[in-house]
């Protein structure tokens, strides 16, 4: 296993922009999660996927955000329209079954 | 709604010391629960899993207790070190309509001075 691989590590941008982030999960792990975590504070569920279908998302996500995993491998997260509010670290976890989650190093959003 | 609370926010030792970390939830319904660490400006690094039917786990100077039916967890580090110095979540998973997803308290920042 090569872990959870999360790409980009840091994304810079300016409020109104659009931004895509995206998620590896280990191979063969059929469930893939998004959270979201501010300064201080511990993370909060966005989305789950299972395999290639989003079986879940929490009430943080806006309309400004979607999510999609084809083919059930990995996974992208959109924010649209970017605002100062959406600056936080962004963590993708996978497991197989109901197993342990493993978590991605993260991707952390500043917008300007 | 589940609600997880870490006690203390921040806690400052000398090496060596033996400590405990608490976690606190109000839903005992819960599939189970892990201990995480967290580096700063990284991700989460697993530290413990115990299911809902067990009570502890163990792995090397780290061991962690759960009892469900008064909502609690405790993560006791034995003789600390300077390298244990990071941030410590706890989170319960519940499942939602088949979504396990995690529940996180706001973590204990540890610091081990040398």
């Known amino acids: 296993d090569t872990g959870v691989s999360q790409d980009p590590r840091h994304k810079i941008t300016k409020r109104g922009q659009n931004v895509t982030f995206r998620c590896d999960p280990i191979?063969?792990?059929?469930?893939l999660y998004w959270y979201r975590q501010t300064l201080g504070q511990g993370p909060e569920f966005l989305t789950y996927?299972?395999?290639?279908?989003?079986?879940?998302k929490s009430r943080l996500l806006s309309d400004r955000f979607s999510a999609e995993r084809p083919k059930g491998s990995f996974s992208t997260l959109e924010i649209q329209r970017t605002e100062q509010g959406d600056s936080a670290m962004y963590l993708c976890?996978?497991?197989?079954?109901?197993?342990?989650?493993?978590f991605g190093p993260g991707t952390r959003l500043t917008v300007l | 709604k589940q609600e997880v609370t870490q006690i203390p926010a921040a806690l400052s030792v000398p090496e060596g010391e033996n400590l405990v970390l608490n976690c606190s939830f109000t839903?005992?319904?819960?599939?189970?629960l892990q201990w995480f660490r967290q580096d700063p400006g990284k991700g989460l690094t697993s530290l413990l899993l115990?299911?809902?039917?067990?009570r502890e786990q163990t792995s090397g100077r780290l061991n962690a207790s759960l009892d469900k039916s008064s909502g609690r967890s405790t993560l006791y580090i034995a003789a600390s070190q300077p390298g244990d110095s990071a941030t410590y979540l706890c989170?319960?998973?519940?499942?939602?309509?088949?979504?396990?997803?995690?529940?996180f308290g706001t973590g204990t920042r540890l610091k081990v001075l040398a």
């Open positions: 115990i299911q809902s039917s067990q």
């Open positions: 996927f299972q395999n290639e279908a989003q079986l879940e």
């Open positions: 191979s063969e792990h059929n469930r």
């Open positions: 839903d005992s319904a819960i599939y189970n």
């Open positions: 976890a996978s497991s197989l079954a109901t197993d342990t989650q493993y």
């Open positions: 989170a319960v998973s519940q499942t939602t309509s088949g979504t396990y997803k995690y529940i």
